[in-house]
């Protein structure tokens, strides 16, 4: 079955302790991304990739971190937690992406709601 | 980079009834407009996307409208069912279309 898998689905945790939220794509898809979602304000992009080893910051980047060493996994960094961070967050990913191709269905993860105490 | 508003942010309607969700965007390149909808405690999915070469598009009960002189594309909803209840997102590409930025949702309810 074709999906995007997000672990852990909730977590509680304090300011400073470092985390790591998984994604994994089993459809072979160049582009992923990170989406926090807040109420009243949307889906907001944190982070995307457009291929292996390639990163590029979205519009609310500030206290995460991204690697993208393999093409299925793109995980999400916290290094220092802050209550600020609290949200529900959505891995997803495209076949590509990009002005000169296809802009294709973005297949979101089932979302990570993540506490910071 | 890309500004898409989206208009209202709640919208309830009698079952049966119609409805109209308009997102405004502010980059003339944008050249895709896709919409996706929440179910409650679901992940967003894609329910109909529009390209800019077409002014509408449908797909039995739904569709979309794009006015690229004046930046605005519309989903509509006809003949409501209480399925149809949930969060309602526009989209519009920036970055040179590496990016998607979302509106900030519209909440639907169909009232029985």
């Keep these: 079955e074709a999906q995007v898998t997000q672990n852990p689905r909730y977590l509680i945790t304090v300011t400073g302790k470092k985390l790591t939220v998984t994604c994994s794509q089993n459809m072979n898809h160049e582009y992923m991304s990170w989406y926090r979602q807040d109420p009243g304000l949307g889906l907001r992009q944190i982070y995307y990739s457009m291929n292996v080893e390639v990163t590029d910051k979205g519009d609310v980047p500030e206290g995460y971190k991204v690697s993208r060493k393999e093409k299925r996994n793109f995980p999400l960094i916290l290094e220092s937690p802050s209550p600020n961070q609290t949200s529900l967050y959505f891995c997803a990913s495209s076949l590509r992406r990009g002005a000169q191709t296809s802009s294709g269905e973005l297949f979101f993860g089932e979302g990570s709601r993540l506490t910071v105490l | ?112």
């Design chain 2, 1 to 112: 980079g890309e500004n898409v508003e989206q208009h209202p942010s709640t919208l309830s309607v009698q079952e049966g009834d119609s409805a109209v969700i308009k997102c405004t965007y502010s980059d003339s390149a944008s050249n895709y407009f896709p919409w996706y909808k929440q179910e409650l405690g679901k992940r967003p999915q894609l329910i109909i996307d529009i390209r800019s070469n077409v002014g509408e598009k449908k797909d039995q009960r739904i569709a979309v409208t794009l006015n690229k002189t004046a930046k605005h594309f519309s989903l509509h909803i006809t003949e409501t069912q209480p399925e149809d209840s949930a969060v309602y997102f526009c989209a519009a590409p920036s970055g040179s279309a590496r990016q998607l930025t979302f509106g900030s949702g519209t909440q639907l309810t169909v009232l029985p």
